[in-house]
């Protein structure tokens, strides 16, 4: 067998045979070159969040200095050049987030303030929105006094989280008049550079914007808005904008704010809405996986599981919930990433106890749900988020903001492995390119004791156990849910499992038996009603090995999608293949036409934490080759 060479230390790496790891065998993949199923519509890009980390400086103890990662963490957002940029300056510092935080009196002056507002604002726009790209604007947080809150107080400290801001559930006044007079300020200041407060001072802004591209209407339904309570909301809001900062109409809106997809069959109804010709433009939507065990790599290919399951509910549920009622409204999934658990916990250390696996198990995660639904006609996929961190006291960040979300490393600024993955998307594929049919057929998985079978919804079939030289003696794990791990290191997820109906039940159909088939759904219910779940068993065969055979079509351990590129400078076709190793160890690949070609990777041979450049390349030597453990990458095909 010969392999890519991939590094000039190849020849001193220890080379693990693919058969050595458990999973399936060697990939072949299928490729039509000629069968376009689609021509692609997906922008791949991300969202930046309001976080002390990107700060021009910090302030200990009355000292100011530098902040230290500042310049690099600016700079690679513009290196990305991507377009649909969202930015969210959202409530836990509600300096950055609040324009006025406090109500106006008519006997004193009002509390506009764009103190903290203004720089982080900046310099997102100019490495963003100045280099010709589009943004998405999300000042989501609404000032606490508009709502019925008793205590609408905030910390003084403008870099002390405060997840508590956001209070009240329902406005004093009914009809958002007051609220969208709040946004109308708020986007005259941005965009035309000024606006008269409510005592009637102006208010001029130096720097406008008047050319913003887009802008996003709240977020995931804070307040505890309804479809309802949100449609009229939103009428009322982007009427006032449209009167008062964007009179031309330019701007284009986004709706739902990531709320439940649920809401889009009411929202996209114009009948719903009172003002028959607001723009309905895009919904945006929003997904996180995760995992049951921080620090073990073996338990992230629940990325994948999780992925799996949001992926069916936008193809059976979310698009064509949308297509029914106004299929020219364009879906921006942007917030896609991976929350681990324990996450905003005080007490981690600065590497937030993520050890380098992960940042490429949640990169490629990314890529997975990239690769399933541009085939859908998913017009943006925004990968969450620029940055994150632990406490860093010493920088006067005294508390942590999701570290497992960041795509930059906290100590360096420099792009983590999940930023080379979105960096790898950018500058490989584009809308425009021909999706062709790309196939990765399973393998048979060899006969084994103890063996495994799953069942993955929401399209639950049966899975099959079979002894064929004996008969099955025991089960040693069943559950219906959302089961973690992988065969021999199965687990469960508190917040949806049934093991302890579930294995005494797999137990009586099966043990005795030289063969059996469980089917979960409906006779296990229903455990966690609108997530999508799965059933894992490990059963034992009294002699010999067993197997087990899945009604639904089991995933491959490294999928693939084929794509033909047009390379924006020469206008040259180019063939390129996207690998995805869903799992935590190498998987060989046979790609039919690669030999000759090169290949681009983000994997356990670039630095996954920080580092200007994470992506590696070398010249295919062989059709077959290895993609390591949770790897991403790109093979370009030679002409």
């Not at 902040?67 to 690099?72: K, Q, S």
């Not at 809150?149 to 009809?175: E, H, I, M, W």
């Not at 960040?397 to 999940?418: E, F, K, M």
């Not at 079978?453 to 399209?459: A, E, L, R």
Request: overall charge negative.
């Amino acid at each position: 067998m010969a392999f890519v060479r991939l590094l000039p230390f190849w020849a001193c790496l220890v080379v693990v045979a693919a058969g050595a790891a458990a999973g399936q065998g060697a990939a072949r993949v299928s490729i039509e070159w000629d069968d376009v199923l689609r021509i692609s519509q997906t922008s791949t890009t991300l969202q930046v969040v309001s976080n002390p980390i990107l700060d021009r400086t910090f302030n200990v103890n009355g000292k100011v200095f530098p902040n230290p990662i500042h310049t690099n963490a600016w700079a690679s957002l513009g290196a990305l050049e991507a377009d649909f940029v969202r930015y969210v300056p959202w409530f836990p510092y509600p300096h950055v987030s609040v324009a006025e935080l406090d109500p106006p009196l008519s006997n004193k002056s009002t509390s506009w303030n764009f103190e903290y507002i203004a720089p982080m604002f900046d310099d997102f726009m100019n490495q963003t929105h100045l280099r010709n790209h589009t943004t998405v604007i999300n000042f989501s947080t609404q000032p606490c006094w508009l709502y019925n809150a008793k205590d609408c107080s905030y910390p003084a400290n403008p870099d002390q989280s405060d997840f508590g801001y956001v209070r009240g559930n329902a406005l004093k006044d009914p009809t958002a008049t007051d609220l969208a007079a709040y946004y109308g300020r708020l986007l005259s200041y941005m965009m035309k550079g000024n606006f008269t407060d409510e005592n009637g001072v102006v208010h001029v802004n130096p720097k406008p914007y008047p050319n913003m591209t887009y802008w996003e209407v709240f977020n995931e339904a804070e307040h505890g808005y309804t479809p309802e309570w949100y449609t009229h909301d939103y009428d009322v809001v982007v009427s006032k904008i449209r009167e008062v900062a964007d009179m031309d109409h330019r701007l284009r809106f986004v709706g739902i704010g990531g709320a439940s997809p649920s809401w889009i069959p009411y929202f996209l109804n114009r009948s719903n809405h009172a003002v028959k010709d607001i723009p309905l433009d895009y919904v945006s939507i929003h997904f996180y996986a995760g995992c049951s065990n921080r620090t073990d790599p073996n338990t992230y290919v629940d990325f994948f599981h999780r992925a799996d399951g949001f992926i069916q509910s936008m193809v059976n549920d979310i698009i064509p919930s949308r297509d029914a009622v106004l299929p020219s409204t364009k879906l921006d999934l942007d917030e896609l990433g991976v929350i681990m658990p324990d996450d905003n916990n005080p007490n981690l250390p600065i590497d937030a106890n993520l050890p380098d696996t992960y940042w490429h198990a949640a990169g490629a995660m990314y890529a997975y749900l990239f690769a399933k639904l541009s085939l859908h006609g998913v017009d943006v996929m925004g990968h969450s988020q620029l940055a994150g961190s632990p406490g860093i006291p010493e920088w006067n960040i005294p508390l942590p903001q999701y570290p497992s979300v960041s795509l930059l490393d906290w100590r360096t600024g420099y792009g983590n492995a999940r930023y080379w993955v979105l960096k790898l998307l950018i500058e490989h594929f584009a809308p425009g390119d021909k999706i062709v049919n790309t196939t990765v057929p399973v393998p048979p998985v060899a006969p084994s004791n103890p063996f495994c079978g799953w069942v993955v919804g929401p399209d639950y079939g049966s899975v099959t156990l079979s002894c064929p030289s004996g008969v099955i003696d025991s089960i040693e794990f069943a559950d219906w849910g959302m089961p973690t791990g992988s065969c021999g290191s199965f687990g469960v997820d508190a917040s949806c499992t049934t093991e302890a109906k579930t294995k005494p039940w797999a137990t009586a159909q099966c043990v005795g038996k030289s063969t059996c088939s469980l089917q979960p759904y409906p006779a296990l219910g229903d455990p966690c009603v609108n997530k999508v779940k799965w059933l894992a068993v490990q059963a034992n065969c009294s002699s010999g090995s067993g197997y087990a055979n899945n009604s639904t079509q089991a995933s491959p351990d490294v999928d693939a999608q084929a794509f033909v590129h047009t390379n924006a400078i020469t206008g040259a076709q180019e063939r390129k293949v996207l690998l995805i190793n869903r799992t935590p160890a190498a998987r060989e690949v046979t790609v039919p036409g690669a030999k000759g070609g090169m290949l681009f990777a983000v994997d356990e041979f670039t630095t996954p934490r920080g580092t200007p450049n994470g992506i590696r390349s070398a010249k295919v030597y062989d059709d077959s080759f290895y993609v390591h453990a949770y790897a991403t990458v790109v093979v370009v095909l030679p002409n």
